[in-house]
């Protein structure tokens, strides 16, 4: 759904480094949650 979202802002040429940025974060967010709740497991 973000990356859709992401695509769409690209597609609208909104598309900024601080969307960028954001979504870096984002995404590396979520990795790190996978990683933690697999080491969990």
Same mark, same amino acid.
């Given at each position: 759904?973000? @990356? #859709? &979202?992401?695509?769409?802002?690209?597609?609208?040429?909104? /598309?900024?480094?601080?969307?960028? @940025? #954001? &979504?870096?974060?984002?995404?590396?967010?979520?990795?790190? /949650?996978?990683?933690?709740?697999?080491?969990?497991?």
């Amino acid at each position: 759904m973000i @990356l #859709l &979202g992401m695509f769409w802002l690209v597609l609208e040429g909104k /598309f900024s480094l601080e969307i960028m @940025l #954001l &979504g870096a974060v984002a995404c590396s967010c979520v990795y790190c /949650f996978n990683r933690l709740d697999y080491i969990s497991k």
